[in-house]
């Protein structure tokens, strides 16, 4: 295909992009069976003719366990081992595989599990009655007396592999209202001995990735972006660039933002960009450096709010002038990049109809809106072929498909005739990326002579994420951008007199959801600040907690729950060796509730050493434990790593970072044990992607306010304390 490209059309195209919503329903009718005798009994199972059973996952796998999860659901209903089921994932076909709680197809806030829970069950089910069906016909007894299990169909005296019926099943049709196994029969769900279904193609090396795919007749394309958020492009030269060995030719981008550089290869592309001299203007970029722009954002929460998004600031203050004794506290927290292991990269190549998206693809209609308004071609013929992802934190999805416009604009000015694979380098990411946005908080605590709450002044600040972009209508209420202050304005602690107000961050510089999003930073504070009241009233933490949980309410009493378990299963209230000290921290996020109490020896001032970290989860019918521990232990230790020494600085509004050398992420010796608890629980299950992160960070800095320094400005390494 040829694709003519202006600037004028690729911006109208693109600004079209963020007021589309894409919302279809879910219809379910025959089977289908192919050539091959496989049958699709709905959009989410397929089950070959020789038995082999497929779960179609509508999620990509980025490491946290959907793949595993969702096959987990299929294997149970139909009495099948999990390394029965295989896993495929899904086409890129909204109509049949939207996520539930987005209305289009994507993964993200941690709702994979929440989201398909019933609807992959219902799946397998379905399949199961309508085999009984087929083989009750085919045996001329009743339906209710066909078992299934280990793949085999049995009833009076008969007995046939499942695959036998998947012709005759399929002609069925498929059923509304299957039933589901009762709790009492589940035996995959909930199993601690089965194991990840990727497990064997990551360990053997078969498992593909985005950056691994190299089709024929491929080149690549790098960007040269502009060193400072903001800052367009005004000239550029590329002579030195030929003397790059398979350097193909230097085009500016449409959007002003920076210059596309073709290669034969990955190699031969970065190395002509770095010969490349560019100018730029830097006239509305963010030219400010770090201490300017943390200055701003505390004197923003120390001033009136701009936003009130929960009570009344006059009302809490009179609480706090008459109250016994007021505790305060200013809080800052940095930029932070996600650093995801496999840099971004895709590949496009044309089609008969269209074009074909390479990709470990997390938004996969996002995708396909942005490939085809800046292609100019209809949405479905889009095709995306989803690959393993090397992590994400949010990082592959924006709200405004960043890499997938640039992608698709590096195909188009190369003629849209051969495929072109996209690279970012983690450099690129870093420098250039999209950040968890820098934030302060100012918190005022009012205490009666008893040390109870009797009012708390609670000021945020930082640039939002969602405002002004596609999800505006659904997170942004009243000015109040929700990710800003969600884990504060909705926490399930019963704070009387309780005000938040918002003051947004203005900036061009990129911000994104990161791993848990807004709770990153409110956990950290609202756990803090528990602590310190807690210290200010005489009280034990964990009782002082429980205190504020006492009110009977579901999320009171789950998250109670979680506090007593890690409390208990720490030995919280046990001796604990000299030089040692434990915190503990509380939190819900993404409907998930996550205690932590860490144990740390050591000082600040020659090195803290983390002993363990003793986690709690409640995050509903557990499917499956392996996943949920690793996912618990994968988010300890990123909130932990990331808060003891990372940060994204400026200087004249330059980033100073480049690469894990000094953006550094968790080292395995950084935490020397994680023990995980999960709470039994029949509750609809919720995700575990991000919940653990937001607790680890308070109940590191709370171990460390036992007898050393009470960080409230990260990282922890910038602030006065030090690692072993």
């Known amino acids: 295909m040829t694709i003519q490209l202006s600037r004028r059309g690729f911006l109208k195209s693109v600004s079209a992009m963020s007021g589309t919503a894409l919302v279809i329903g879910f219809d379910t009718g025959n089977a289908l069976a192919g050539d091959d005798g496989a049958a699709e009994f709905t959009p989410l199972v397929r089950i070959a003719a020789d038995g082999r059973v497929t779960a179609l996952i509508k999620h990509f796998e980025c490491g946290q366990g959907a793949a595993t999860g969702l096959a987990t659901l299929i294997a149970e209903e139909l009495s099948l081992a999990l390394d029965q089921v295989e896993v495929e994932f899904a086409p890129a076909d909204a109509s049949k595989y939207a996520n539930l709680l987005f209305g289009i197809q994507g993964t993200g806030g941690s709702t994979a599990m929440a989201n398909s829970y019933m609807q992959y069950r219902q799946a397998g089910a379905a399949a199961r009655d309508m085999l009984a069906a ?69 360990t053997d090396g078969t498992a593909v990735y985005a950056m691994d795919l190299h089709l024929e007749n491929q080149i690549v394309a790098v960007v040269l972006r502009s060193p400072r958020f903001g800052g367009t492009l005004t000239s550029f030269d590329d002579s030195s660039a030929g003397d790059v060995h398979g350097f193909i030719r230097a085009v ?83 930029y932070l990049a996600h650093a995801t292991m496999e840099p971004l990269t895709c590949t496009i190549s044309p089609t008969e109809s269209g074009v074909m998206l390479h990709d470990g693809c997390q938004m996969p209609t996002a995708a396909q809106m942005a490939l085809a308004a800046v292609l100019q071609i209809p949405q479905e013929n889009v095709e995306v072929t989803t690959l393993y992802a090397g992590g994400t934190f949010g990082r592959r999805s924006t709200q405004n498909a960043d890499y997938h416009v640039e992608a698709a604009l590096a195909f188009a000015l190369n003629g849209g005739q051969q495929p072109v694979k996209l690279v970012w380098s983690r450099e690129d990411d870093i420098r250039s990326g999209y950040y968890r946005p820098a934030m302060a908080h100012k918190v005022r605590i009012g205490l009666d002579e008893d040390g109870r709450i009797v009012g708390w002044d609670h ?76 210290a200010a009233a005489g009280r034990d933490p964990v009782d002082y907690r429980m205190e504020y949980l006492s009110g009977g309410t579901t999320d009171q009493m789950r998250m109670a729950g979680v506090l007593q378990l890690a409390a208990e299963k720490s030995g919280w209230n046990e001796s604990i060796a000299k030089g040692g000290n434990r915190g503990v921290a509380v939190h819900k996020s993404f409907g998930t509730f996550v205690a932590e109490v860490v144990e740390i020896s050591g000082d600040a001032e020659d090195g803290i050493v983390i002993e363990k970290v003793t986690c709690a989860v409640d995050c509903g019918v557990p499917v499956n434990p392996d996943v949920i521990a690793a996912q618990m232990e994968s988010g300890i230790g990123y909130g932990i790593g990331h808060v003891m020494r990372n940060e994204i600085t400026f200087t004249d509004g330059e980033v100073d970072q480049f690469n894990f050398p000094d953006y550094e992420p968790l080292r395995i010796s950084d935490i020397r044990s994680i023990e995980t608890h999960i709470v039994p629980s029949t509750e609809a299950p919720t995700g575990v992607g991000e919940p653990s992160t937001p607790p680890s960070g308070p109940a590191l800095a709370n171990a460390i306010a036992v007898a050393g320094p009470r960080v409230t400005h990260l990282p922890m390494t910038a602030n006065g304390v030090s690692f072993a």
């Open 134 to 202: 087929a083989a009750a016909e085919a045996w001329g007894v009743p339906a209710s007396s066909v078992t299934l299990a280990d793949g085999q169909l049995k009833a009076a005296g008969n007995t046939a592999a499942m695959g036998d019926f998947v012709v005759s099943a399929s002609a069925l049709d498929v059923p509304v209202n299957p039933r589901l196994k009762d709790p009492s029969e589940f035996m995959v769900i909930g199993n601690p001995n089965t194991r990840r279904r990727d497990n064997g193609p990551k």
């Open 252 to 334: 500016a981008l449409p959007t002003g933002t920076g210059v596309l550089v073709y290669g034969q290869n990955t190699w031969a592309a970065l190395q002509a960009r770095e010969a490349i001299s560019a100018e730029w203007d830097f006239s509305q970029a963010d030219n400010r450096g770090s201490d300017q722009i943390k200055a701003d954002l505390l004197a923003a929460v120390n001033a009136d709010a701009e936003f009130d998004a929960k009570g009344n600031a006059l009302e809490t203050s009179a609480l706090l002038e008459n109250s016994a004794q007021v505790i305060e506290r200013d809080f800052f927290f940095p």
């Open 459 to 534: 000021r945020v600040s930082g640039k939002p994420i969602f405002k002004g972009g596609p999800w505006d209508a659904f997170i942004v209420q009243n000015g109040v951008d929700s990710s800003s202050v969600e884990g504060v304005h909705d926490t399930p602690y019963d704070i009387p007199g309780q005000y938040v107000g918002l003051t947004d961050g203005k900036s061009p510089i990129s911000v994104n959801w990161w791993r848990s999003v807004g709770h990153s930073h409110t956990a950290y504070v609202m756990e803090t600040m528990m602590d310190i009241a807690a």
